[in-house]
């Protein structure tokens, strides 16, 4: 309820500032060389503040992704808002929605929310920018990786509809009433992810830097959404253990254990990366078939412990 509160409010919040930018353009007839000239610095307040919305709902979502991703009734959601693909990527996991523009343009199962609004605001697909003009938006003299004028036609069609599934969610998460199987199910779904996450990171610019072929992920790197995530997940690990206590105080133990250990494990990455390491591509295999190996094996003991309380798992 929180995350999801917090996920409709910084929504909300790009929302309003995509609809600033919407008619500040629309005021110029989207004359893009025309607003730039002319309203620099309004157009900076406007899309710095839009950035700082997505970067604030990333770990807002990312906190409560394990619950959401991880239970069936709700799964739904995550691949619309954070892990579904265009259907021009393949065929499962297509995110189920055709977005329509304010102009009347639509975009065919284009991808999920967190994706489509990152794209256009770091700029990472030149069909959502307006490529002809280089903005520096921070105003440090240069102009950085990231710093891109939107299509305001397309942001605004964006942030609409992601404002619109984050308040449908939050009156879902309403209404939800978490049984035992919903808490197993999403430890055991969502803890052994950890080697597609650390590929994702693999392919990403904080890896990859410019030779990154991966679109997204350039606002946030792949390990703080996998430590929101085990966060979120330790939360839920917390209500179940004491069902855990009552048959196998050992394995209840262990199970805490390996999961904190998990989340340091990615943590301390994490920091380095921080601090100005970098990693190469053989670094992230070779830490995420660690974290896998560890995930796997915690999933399991949490398989064993739903065995013997008689909880279903639904996978």
């Known amino acids: 309820m929180e995350k999801s509160t917090e996920l409709r409010d910084h929504t909300a919040s790009l929302k309003q500032h995509a609809d600033e930018y919407y008619e500040l353009a629309k005021t110029y007839q989207f004359d893009y060389n025309a607003l730039w000239t002319k309203e620099q610095q309004k157009v900076r307040d406007i899309l710095q503040k839009a950035k700082s919305d997505f970067l604030a ?7 409560m992704e394990g619950i959401v991703a991880g239970v069936p009734s709700l799964a739904h959601y995550d691949i619309d808002i954070d892990a579904g693909i265009s259907a021009e990527e393949g065929t499962e996991d297509v995110v189920s929605f055709d977005l329509k523009l304010p102009d009347g343009k639509t975009l065919e199962k284009p991808g999920n929310y967190f994706y489509l609004a990152e794209l256009t605001l770091w700029g ?22 990231g710093e891109v004028l939107p299509d305001a036609n397309v942001l605004k069609g964006i942030s609409d509809a992601f404002a619109g599934i984050s308040a449908q969610l939050l009156e879902d998460a309403k ?7 919903d808490a197993f199910t999403a430890l055991v779904v969502m803890i052994p992810t950890m080697e597609e996450y650390f590929q994702a990171w693999k392919e990403s610019r904080f890896v990859s830097g410019d030779q990154a072929e991966s679109k997204q992920f350039v606002a946030v790197s792949r390990l703080q959404d996998i430590t929101d995530i085990l966060a979120g997940l330790q939360v839920v690990y917390k209500h179940v253990r004491p069902m855990i206590d009552k048959i196998d105080a050992n394995q209840a133990n262990q199970i805490e ?50 065995a013997k309380l008689n909880v279903k798992i639904e996978v």
């Not at 591509?281 to 003991?301: C, H, K, S, V, Y």
């Open 57 to 63: 709902a990333n770990p807002a979502y990312e906190l």
């Open 124 to 145: 990472t697909n030149p069909e959502w920018i307006i490529p002809q003009i280089k903005p520096d938006l921070d105003g440090n003299g240069q102009v950085d990786f």
């Open 175 to 181: 209404k939800w009433k978490p049984t035992p199987s």
């Open 257 to 306: 254990t390996d999961l904190s250990g998990l989340r340091t494990f990615v943590s301390e990455i994490l920091t380095k990366e921080k601090a100005g390491n970098r990693f190469t591509a053989e670094d992230a295999d070779m830490l995420g078939a660690e974290a896998q190996n560890r995930a796997t094996a915690i999933a399991g003991q949490v398989t064993q412990a739903a």
